[in-house]
């Protein structure tokens, strides 16, 4: 730390709230923090952009993390360390089941732990999972908002091209056949984050879940043969993680 100032995302005590969201975008971060109340600008460095406010009467912060786990790992160590405790990540994945369409709202239960971040907190055979009372919060949010959505397991890599060009890879043999078990086994959406959060929350003894819009499904292009369509709906994963926020910080009573 640097005058109290955490060394990467350039807050200190009394900046950030106890419960936050973690998008990927510092635009997003932004965004979300136009759902609070008294929102206001508290740093940026590198990726991290950080906003507070209030929600419901409790301080409420929005940090972003970039893309992939690193990143993520280290602004939710840093979060803690500033009194943090509970975490939503709002961001967006591409469909490995066909019948799921863009805009659908994916939230995880459990992710396929393909992140090297989390392996250097707990070994692979540690499960990433979300926590409950959060996932809980995040459905009954998304059904109160009419929003579609789907629960269930997540793959997680760090690669991006690994995954959207498998085949000029050296090791490309392996990644389709791997996709193909993630795509046989059931899971449902692709994406860079949330397995390494959960594994640290486990680690900080914090809670975290993840709500995903579904941006892009390439299965279900090929299997119904249709050019490619972006969803670029990310108010309704926004709005369902401010919602279930609200509903987490009113079981809790943290009103203030």
């Not at 959207?164 to 043999?173: C, F, K, Q, T, Y």
């Not at 392996?174 to 390494?196: D, F, N, P, Q, V």
Request: with cysteine; aromatic share 8%; glycine share 8%.
């Amino acid at each position: 730390m640097n005058n109290d100032r955490m060394r990467h995302i350039g807050c200190k005590k009394g900046e950030v709230g106890e419960y936050v969201f973690l998008p990927g975008d510092p635009e997003r971060a932004k965004q979300i923090a136009s759902y609070f109340d008294k929102s206001e600008f508290m740093a940026s460095n590198r990726e991290f952009t950080t906003y507070s406010g209030r929600l419901n009467g409790a301080m409420v912060s929005v940090t972003s993390t970039g893309i992939g786990g690193p990143s993520a790992a280290i602004a939710m160590e840093e979060l803690a360390k500033l009194g943090a405790h509970t975490f939503i990540r709002v961001g967006t994945c591409g469909g490995i089941q066909e019948n799921l369409e863009p805009g659908t709202l994916i939230i995880p239960v459990a992710a396929i732990r393909k992140d090297g971040t989390g392996r250097e907190y707990l070994p692979v055979e540690f499960p990433a999972v979300a926590d409950f009372s959060l996932l809980t919060a995040l459905k009954e949010s998304a059904e109160r908002l009419h929003n579609p959505y789907a629960m269930g397991v997540v793959e997680c890599k760090d690669s991006y091209y690994g995954q959207h060009e498998p085949a000029r890879m050296p090791v490309g043999d392996r990644l389709l056949a791997r996709w193909k078990m993630w795509k046989m086994a059931g899971a449902l959406a692709s994406e860079m984050e949330s397995s390494t959060l959960f594994v640290v929350a486990s680690v900080l003894h914090v809670r975290c879940a993840s709500v995903l819009l579904l941006c892009r499904n390439r299965e279900r292009e090929q299997v119904l043969g249709s050019r490619p369509f972006y969803a670029d709906a990310i108010p309704v994963a926004i709005e369902t993680a401010v919602e279930a926020m609200r509903d987490v910080i009113s079981r809790d009573g943290r009103q203030e």
